[in-house]
């Protein structure tokens, strides 16, 4: 069961791998997240060197959104204006997180900038999401229709270079998409996922898009930017494994198919409370990992930074 | 290559000679396939000339090819490990194993190990850091290699099969590196190498693995695209098969 991997240049249990990549693809077609905030932390435990879980993944996260955004496709619930205007940013983002990973694995502070980035954005994010969708849910008990407060729309409103989303119907400034763009691509490239985790709350809370086509949109965009980053990392860091990637993939694409039909029997508001524990517990993992004395206090790296 | 296969067979059938000393090892090229997870190879040998009176100290290192290293300590700062010192390493090998008759302080003294360079504490690379005293990270990154068994030393590990004939198997792990080893065998006497022999041991990929890290660090580009395109098909694939279950 065990087979060789020619990058990370170690062996692993392909049927480990396998499981991993089903199980977190399952949950990437659930909530229509990437999956790789999960993804690179589990194979790093596994034993994979840190930099070649985190640019595999991508790959990971690539066909699992594919897979995901096809089926969305045919419901036509992908708002492709809204992606295109975001990938503006997403590239410059991109390009901009492969300049800063460089910098900051030569100041060796690259663990403690992701841990610290990590621990900050899902902490807030699942905090967020937890109290949107418990008040949600209450309302829904309570017979009450949830409502929508426009109060955010303020400053996003008065914003200029306005422009029409059919899809999403919302008239509102391209700048505020790409800077979620941008802020998505740069953490993309340095903590090696796709930034569903972001982009999903930021379109729901911060845009307003319907949560019917914010799935599919965002599946589009992280497609694109795992794509471009891949091709950076396997260029500048010789970090991604081919072996591994077709692993997790071919577990990981049909986990998410089924993951998708799951999430279909959910409500909205069930799914995202679920998505809000599972950013905690991560977040709250990794700020452990951050505070806990280390077994070691000396770490080694291969090469010269 | 078939060529340099032959001459490195030839080499093994005659094992080199030196005065009182003849070893050989069981295969010079270790080849990593997809199913590798780790060998072991016999280094063996027979000491010549030896009256059954005189001692049989043998040391067997097995040295993999030098790669650079960084070692980090971590320091609490404000409740948090942040790297704070670093030490780079230039010169410590990506593989030492050493197997010997019995603990090597016991064979010859510290300083005579530290001239011949035998045993972990005599790996000595060259270090740049931004701390006064870069001993702990040296030791560090011996204590790393030990954990992920890249590094070990066994003592008491060759068999003597005759009083002259001896024998010891090397584990080789699956993470290991690609590149030339080389095979040392040192008989002691009185604590000093009285006759040494040094063979190369080569680690390589083959087949389809040989060709896909060819491929990702000759042709990042393709590699790089090659990667994606395949994480879209199986997306596809993958998303067009369950709609006909539907």
């Given at each position: 069961m065990e087979i060789y991997l020619p990058v990370a240049e170690m062996s692993v249990n392909w049927l480990v791998i396998i499981a991993l990549g089903t199980g977190v693809g399952f949950l990437s077609g659930m909530f229509g997240v990437g999956g790789g905030f999960l993804m690179t932390p589990l194979l790093v435990f596994a034993g994979i060197p840190s930099t070649v879980a985190a640019a595999t993944t991508l790959s990971h996260v690539t066909a699992s959104s594919m897979s995901g955004a096809l089926a969305q496709w045919r419901k036509r619930a992908i708002d492709f204006a809204m992606a295109g205007v975001m990938l503006l940013g997403g590239m410059a983002g991109t390009l901009f997180g492969v300049w800063l990973f460089a910098l900051m694995r030569r100041q060796g502070q690259m663990d403690l900038i992701v841990g610290l980035t990590y621990v900050i954005m899902l902490g807030s994010i699942g905090i967020i999401m937890l109290r949107e969708s418990l008040a949600a849910l209450k309302a829904y008990h309570g017979g009450a229709a949830p409502s929508r407060r426009l109060v955010n729309r303020g400053w996003i409103q008065s914003l200029p270079f306005k422009m029409r989303f059919r899809q999403s119907r919302l008239y509102i400034s391209v700048l505020p998409p790409i800077g979620i763009g941008f802020c998505v691509g740069a953490l993309s490239a340095i903590m090696g996922i796709g930034g569903g985790f972001i982009i999903v709350p930021a379109m729901i809370y911060l845009l307003r898009m319907p949560t019917k086509v914010v799935m599919g949109t965002s599946l589009v965009q992280i497609i694109a930017v795992t794509a471009l980053t891949t091709v950076l990392q396997a260029t500048s860091n010789f970090a991604v494994d081919i072996v591994l990637a077709g692993l997790l993939v071919s577990g990981g694409v049909v986990g998410a198919q089924l993951g998708v039909r799951a999430g279909a029997k959910l409500r909205g508001e069930q799914l995202r409370l679920l998505l809000a524990l599972l950013?905690?517990?991560?977040?709250?993992?990794?700020?452990?990992?951050l505070v806990a004395r280390p077994a070691d206090l000396y770490s080694?790296?291969?090469g010269l930074p | 290559m078939r060529r340099a296969l032959l001459a490195l067979l030839l080499l093994i059938a005659i094992p080199a000679r030196a005065q009182?000393?003849?070893?050989?090892?069981?295969?010079?090229i270790i080849q990593i396939t997809s199913s590798y997870t780790g060998t072991n190879i016999v280094v063996f040998g027979a000491i010549e000339n030896a009256a059954s009176s005189q001692s049989r100290d043998i040391v067997v290192v097995v040295r993999g090819p030098d790669e650079p290293m960084t070692v980090r300590r971590r320091d609490r700062i404000a409740g948090v490990w942040v790297n704070s010192d670093a030490a780079r390493f230039e010169g410590l090998p990506a593989y030492y194993y050493l197997a010997s008759t019995e603990p090597i302080t016991r064979i010859a003294s510290r300083e005579a190990l530290a001239r011949y360079g035998i045993g972990l504490q005599a790996l000595k690379p060259s270090a740049i850091g931004s701390h006064h005293d870069p001993e702990p990270f040296r030791q560090a990154a011996i204590r790393y290699h030990k954990r992920v068994g890249l590094y070990a030393e066994s003592p008491g590990s060759i068999d003597f099969l005759s009083e002259t004939l001896f024998r010891t198997r090397v584990p080789v792990p699956a993470g290991v590196t690609r590149g030339q080893y080389n095979v040392e065998v040192y008989l002691f006497r009185d604590g000093e190498v009285v006759s040494a022999q040094s063979t190369p041991l080569f680690v390589d990929a083959t087949g389809l693995e040989r060709r896909l890290y060819n491929l990702a660090h000759n042709a990042p580009l393709s590699y790089g695209i090659l990667c994606v395109l395949?994480?879209?098909l199986l997306g596809w694939i993958s998303s067009v098969l369950f709609r006909r279950q539907e």
């Amino acid at each position: 069961m065990e087979i060789y991997l020619p990058v990370a240049e170690m062996s692993v249990n392909w049927l480990v791998i396998i499981a991993l990549g089903t199980g977190v693809g399952f949950l990437s077609g659930m909530f229509g997240v990437g999956g790789g905030f999960l993804m690179t932390p589990l194979l790093v435990f596994a034993g994979i060197p840190s930099t070649v879980a985190a640019a595999t993944t991508l790959s990971h996260v690539t066909a699992s959104s594919m897979s995901g955004a096809l089926a969305q496709w045919r419901k036509r619930a992908i708002d492709f204006a809204m992606a295109g205007v975001m990938l503006l940013g997403g590239m410059a983002g991109t390009l901009f997180g492969v300049w800063l990973f460089a910098l900051m694995r030569r100041q060796g502070q690259m663990d403690l900038i992701v841990g610290l980035t990590y621990v900050i954005m899902l902490g807030s994010i699942g905090i967020i999401m937890l109290r949107e969708s418990l008040a949600a849910l209450k309302a829904y008990h309570g017979g009450a229709a949830p409502s929508r407060r426009l109060v955010n729309r303020g400053w996003i409103q008065s914003l200029p270079f306005k422009m029409r989303f059919r899809q999403s119907r919302l008239y509102i400034s391209v700048l505020p998409p790409i800077g979620i763009g941008f802020c998505v691509g740069a953490l993309s490239a340095i903590m090696g996922i796709g930034g569903g985790f972001i982009i999903v709350p930021a379109m729901i809370y911060l845009l307003r898009m319907p949560t019917k086509v914010v799935m599919g949109t965002s599946l589009v965009q992280i497609i694109a930017v795992t794509a471009l980053t891949t091709v950076l990392q396997a260029t500048s860091n010789f970090a991604v494994d081919i072996v591994l990637a077709g692993l997790l993939v071919s577990g990981g694409v049909v986990g998410a198919q089924l993951g998708v039909r799951a999430g279909a029997k959910l409500r909205g508001e069930q799914l995202r409370l679920l998505l809000a524990l599972l950013v905690l517990a991560v977040g709250a993992g990794l700020a452990w990992q951050l505070v806990a004395r280390p077994a070691d206090l000396y770490s080694l790296a291969e090469g010269l930074p | 290559m078939r060529r340099a296969l032959l001459a490195l067979l030839l080499l093994i059938a005659i094992p080199a000679r030196a005065q009182d000393l003849v070893s050989g090892i069981s295969q010079d090229i270790i080849q990593i396939t997809s199913s590798y997870t780790g060998t072991n190879i016999v280094v063996f040998g027979a000491i010549e000339n030896a009256a059954s009176s005189q001692s049989r100290d043998i040391v067997v290192v097995v040295r993999g090819p030098d790669e650079p290293m960084t070692v980090r300590r971590r320091d609490r700062i404000a409740g948090v490990w942040v790297n704070s010192d670093a030490a780079r390493f230039e010169g410590l090998p990506a593989y030492y194993y050493l197997a010997s008759t019995e603990p090597i302080t016991r064979i010859a003294s510290r300083e005579a190990l530290a001239r011949y360079g035998i045993g972990l504490q005599a790996l000595k690379p060259s270090a740049i850091g931004s701390h006064h005293d870069p001993e702990p990270f040296r030791q560090a990154a011996i204590r790393y290699h030990k954990r992920v068994g890249l590094y070990a030393e066994s003592p008491g590990s060759i068999d003597f099969l005759s009083e002259t004939l001896f024998r010891t198997r090397v584990p080789v792990p699956a993470g290991v590196t690609r590149g030339q080893y080389n095979v040392e065998v040192y008989l002691f006497r009185d604590g000093e190498v009285v006759s040494a022999q040094s063979t190369p041991l080569f680690v390589d990929a083959t087949g389809l693995e040989r060709r896909l890290y060819n491929l990702a660090h000759n042709a990042p580009l393709s590699y790089g695209i090659l990667c994606v395109l395949m994480a879209m098909l199986l997306g596809w694939i993958s998303s067009v098969l369950f709609r006909r279950q539907e």
